[in-house]
């Protein structure tokens, strides 16, 4: 039996109806979607993360080579334990609160926050392996399931439409139409969803990965040419390094990559030392991280899941602990080696469109994490509006889920309409699941069907209830959801 049979009946690849060339372009097309973490985890989490003796290029390097190590921890587990196609990394969101609130706002020392999010991430496994984590989830009212899909859709599409500059903030009515005409960017992203929708319509196995890097490439083609600016479709910095320096320069940066990060394991280790000077504290701040966790990946769960067809009539992903799993493990090794709370990505919805349906598909994402430690300084030379096409093309193939909705029951209608346009109007997936959650059990009980409504359900409406009003009340929960 040769290596390909046994890759292809180790993960299953009959029973997924798949085969290998599919999930490995489906693993480089989820690896594209997400790789701009690589450098945007670092450019937050190094606002707050002070290292004495290192400047701050090298805490930034540091730390981007801890974000790809516990992506690669976790989309391992995810590939080897779950066999799901899904990538994981430090998540958005919740890196921003740990740098900008506990840390920049509430003066929490950086070591400290990496201990909560250690904790949090204890806490995850342990709750995984008891069951209790899928038991929560399967409390989700069915039409906030079978909802989230769309929601996480409108969700990335919105995401992706303002990263290419097509929608722009305004005063008066907060976002608008940008200005094709003016905007290099949104002039080159309109080209680079053609080409990518045209592909993706007829077929064409790729299409995502190829809107990707031919609009990548022609940004930088633009630049070199001298048709726009510097900074506009390529990225400055490296514009700089390549037409000052050349290949050389370039070679050189790739030298001098800072890839000692135990400067960080000792910060981890120093704040597991202090967290009892503070502990009220570094309760609220381990509450906050695995309440907002929690949900925010049980929505990215069931609603990539409901793309790769792996949920069940009511629902429900079989198996369900085993991706947890994956998340709570990356989480854990993430904190003790220096970044932020590991989460799936919603932009493994981009692999899942892509054919992606066993773990292979994780594990190639985990393989070019790997290949990406070789040119940490020059991930930052693909342009973000280029990954953020996937974003916008998953978002519209996603809306497929609002046909599993019965718009006609009134409970299934309000809870799904409110899981669906919450999600991307306050920019949470958590928030949109705590919509649908909360107004379920009202309506059921309005309509006179009060009996459907179990007392799990119940307690995670309230639940919900308690936590926004401890979270309107205080000044730490601000920025926290």
């Known amino acids: 039996m040769g290596v390909s049979e046994r890759i292809a009946e180790y993960f299953g690849f009959d029973e997924y109806d798949t085969d290998l060339e599919t999930e490995a372009i489906a693993g480089l097309t989820t690896f594209l979607a997400m790789s701009y973490i690589i450098v945007v985890n670092p450019a937050i989490l190094s606002e707050a993360i002070e290292i004495e003796g290192y400047g701050s290029g090298e805490v930034f390097q540091m730390i981007a080579v801890a974000t790809i190590l516990a992506s690669i921890v976790g989309t391992l587990v995810m590939a080897f334990w779950a066999n799901r196609p899904f990538g994981l990394a430090p998540g958005m969101g919740l890196n921003a609160f740990f740098a900008f609130t506990v840390v920049i706002g509430l003066g929490v020392p950086w070591e400290v926050a990496l201990a909560a999010v250690f904790v949090e991430g204890i806490v995850f496994i342990l709750l995984t392996a008891v069951g209790a984590r ?71 196995r790729g299409a995502i990965v190829a809107g990707i890097v031919s609009t990548a490439v022609a940004g930088w083609v633009l630049t070199l040419v001298g048709v726009v600016a510097p900074g506009s479709l390529a990225p400055e910095n490296e514009y700089e390094l390549f037409t000052n320096e050349g290949l050389g320069g370039v070679l050189e940066l790739l030298a001098t990559v800072q890839y000692d990060f135990t400067p960080l394991v000792y910060g981890f280790v120093d704040g597991l030392g202090m967290v009892t000077e503070e502990p009220l504290v570094f309760a609220l701040v381990v509450f906050t991280f695995f309440f907002v966790d ?120 309000i809870s799904a309409g409110l899981t669906i346009t919450i999600m991307p109007l306050t920019a949470s997936i958590a928030n949109g699941l705590a919509a649908g ?45």
Request: no cysteine; aromatic share 12%; glycine share 12%.
């Open 134 to 204: 899928r038991y929560v989830i399967e409390l989700f009212p069915e039409p906030v399931k079978f909802a989230v899909g769309a929601g996480i859709g409108v969700y990335l599409l919105f995401l992706g439409l303002q990263e290419m500059q097509l929608v722009v903030a305004d005063p008066e009515t907060l976002v608008y139409l940008g200005n094709v005409a003016t905007s290099p960017v949104a002039a080159l992203s309109i080209a680079g969803l053609a080409v990518t929708f045209a592909l993706h319509a007829r077929g064409v």
């Open 437 to 481: 959650i909360m107004s379920y059990p009202l309506i059921k009980t309005s309509t006179g069907e009060r009996e459907d409504v179990s007392p799990g359900q119940w307690a995670l409406a309230v639940a919900f209830v308690l936590y926004f009003g401890a979270y309107f009340a205080t000044d730490a929960g601000m920025l926290a959801f």
């Open 294 to 413: 929690f949900f925010d990946t049980a929505g990215t769960l069931i609603g990539v899941s409901q793309i790769g067809g792996f949920l069940d009539e009511e629902g429900n992903l079989p198996e369900m602990e085993k991706p947890l799993m994956a998340d709570a493990v990356g989480t854990t090794v993430g904190a003790m080696i220096g970044t932020s709370t590991v989460t799936t990505f919603i932009e493994s919805s981009a692999g899942l469109e892509e054919g992606g349906r066993t773990g292979f598909t994780a594990f190639v994402v985990a393989g070019l994490f790997t290949l990406s430690l070789l040119i940490v300084p020059l991930m930052a030379a693909i342009p973000q509006y280029a990954t953020y096409l996937a974003l916008v093309v998953v978002g519209i193939i996603m809306l497929q889920g609002v046909t599993d909705i019965d718009w006609q029951d009134p409970a299934w209608s």
